[in-house]
């Protein structure tokens, strides 16, 4: 056996690692909750809050020990990447044919979700910028060969990929991910509706992104392009958009406060 699978070995059965990684996941709660607070801001006039997870991070380094928080909040994030780089390799070592490749990919796609949180949690926390933009991102794209095509490439996964936490929250396929769930009736039923309304809020604000980069990609034009704060901008001037957009938010919070029973269920 070689030192890296012994190594993979010994942290696939730590009980330190398993605190830790319920630390990453409340920190990850911790996020969406923020996020959810400031989409409410925003719907209520708040023009100048931006609610993504950059926004969240800075608005968290505000707060009373915000500095020391957000330290916690980055090295968290980086914690649930190395959960899903573990969950890879056992995915590798324990499968084979088309569930080894679907499942791996699954966990790392998660993973690289994670790393952006962390890189950009490290980033406010060295009081650096939080990222170049995603029109500039979408722009680079487009001067690339088939570069639209590329773009609206992007949207169909990122609509796809919102479609898909809509499917769960609905279908409840949320509830697998909480190993030993408890048998009161009344905590079980908590946890069902706040997943069930964070997955689908979650769910609703992914596709609009997706249908951002879309309508990016068929008028060519690179702001058209939307990251988290740029969608839920644009609910909020939708008819009825204040509604809408406080529903929304409040549903991402919810979302949030699901990660934190994610955390107290944890079982790899």
């Not at 957000?70 to 994030?77: E, F, L, N, Q, T």
């Not at 951002?212 to 392009?225: E, G, M, N, R």
Request: charged letters at 15%.
């Amino acid at each position: 056996m070689s030192e890296v699978q012994r190594a993979a070995g010994k942290a696939e059965n730590s009980d330190t690692l398993d605190y830790v990684f319920r630390g990453g996941l409340v920190a990850y709660g911790v996020i969406h909750i923020l996020i959810g607070w400031l989409a409410v801001q925003i719907a209520f006039g708040e023009q100048a809050k931006q609610a993504s997870g950059t926004g969240a991070l800075e608005y968290l380094t505000k707060q009373p020990l915000g500095e020391v928080l957000i330290w916690v909040v980055a090295i968290g994030m980086a914690a649930l990447v190395i959960w899903r780089l573990l969950e890879a390799w056992q995915i590798y070592r324990d499968e084979d044919g088309s569930d080894r490749i679907k499942g791996m990919v699954g966990q790392l796609f998660k993973g690289v979700l994670y790393a952006v949180l962390a890189f950009t949690a490290f980033q406010v926390a060295l009081g650096q910028s939080g990222g170049s933009g995603t029109d500039s991102m979408t722009a680079d794209l487009m001067k690339m060969t088939a570069g639209q095509f590329l773009v609206g490439a992007v949207g169909l996964g990122v609509l796809a990929y919102g479609a898909y936490y809509v499917y769960q929250g609905w279908t409840e396929k949320f509830l697998e991910k909480l190993d030993g769930r408890p048998q009161n009736a009344e905590v079980g039923t908590a946890y069902r509706w706040l997943g069930k309304a964070g997955f689908i809020a979650k769910g609703i604000a992914i596709g609009v992104i997706g249908v951002l980069f879309i309508y990016a990609a068929v008028t060519h034009d690179p702001q058209k392009s939307a990251g988290l704060d740029q969608a839920l901008q644009e609910i909020a001037q939708q008819p009825f958009g204040q509604v809408l957009l406080t529903l929304i938010g409040v549903g991402i919070a919810c979302y949030g406060v699901f990660a934190f029973a994610r955390a107290r269920h944890f079982d790899r």
